[in-house]
């Protein structure tokens, strides 16, 4: 898989379920973020892990970073129909100048 | 709360035609970015700019492309001769300082090459 792959590509639940996106990547890294993307707009930055973290809280929002797997997990909790949205996860490559590679992304559709 | 904001929101043009899309960063921001976005399509880096140069750029960003801060505020890309596979949406990000620090963006602008 290429650097920054989310899975699962799309994901459907009820309001008041938790949702858990996953993504991998290849090589090491300084940081890896989350961002959230609504149809057709900008991409809104959620959260920013450091390598040398393990997981990290934003309000409904909980990030996991396992270096050894190169994998992090986006949770949210409690899901609200406004989360409806695609989530990026994106990489800093180490050693490089802060381009952020991203990943296809998971399209989350929450009904209310 | 201070946001990257890009003008405009949606360019059309011919193919052929060359494109300015511009930037204003978040104001004590030091790195500068821009991304863009073929729809249906993951973000793709173009290049990034610091102290008044280029820092790194991808095959993408060839000699049809060029940046430039043309004064204290803005940022600017430049796409000489539109192509069709330009067609895009256009993002613009800024960051306080290089590596493990969050990249913030802008709404982007949608370019249409007709």
């Known amino acids: 898989s290429q650097q920054g792959e989310e899975d699962p590509q799309a994901l459907s639940i009820q309001e008041g379920e938790n949702a858990t996106m996953n993504c991998s990547y290849k090589t090491s890294i300084n940081n890896l973020q989350w961002y959230r993307q609504n149809s057709g707009r900008g991409l809104v930055h959620l959260i920013l892990i450091r390598s040398n973290e393990r997981e990290k809280h934003s309000g409904r929002l909980r990030v996991t970073l396992d270096t050894s797997k190169k994998s992090s997990s986006l949770l949210i909790t409690a899901s609200r129909a406004a989360d409806t949205a695609s989530y990026f996860c994106?990489?800093?490559?180490?050693?490089?100048?802060?381009?952020?590679?991203f990943g296809q992304g998971t399209e989350l559709s929450v009904k209310p | 709360e201070p946001e990257v904001t890009q003008t405009p929101s949606h360019q059309v043009t011919q193919m052929g035609q060359e494109v300015i899309l511009r930037c204003v960063p978040i104001?004590?921001?030091?790195?500068f970015y821009w991304y863009r976005q073929i729809l249906g399509q993951k973000v793709e880096f173009l290049v990034s700019f610091y102290n008044n140069e280029i820092s790194e750029k991808s095959e993408i960003f060839d000699d049809q492309f060029s940046v430039e801060r043309p004064d204290g505020s803005n940022f600017t890309l430049k796409i000489r001769s539109t192509k069709l596979e330009d067609s895009a949406m256009y993002f613009c990000?800024?960051?306080?300082?290089?590596?493990?620090?969050?990249?913030?963006f802008g709404p982007g602008t949608r370019l249409t090459v007709t």
């Open positions: 104001s004590n921001h030091l790195y």
């Open positions: 994106a990489t800093d490559e180490y050693g490089r100048g802060g381009k952020l590679i």
């Open positions: 990000a800024s960051s306080e300082e290089r590596g493990p620090y969050e990249q913030y």
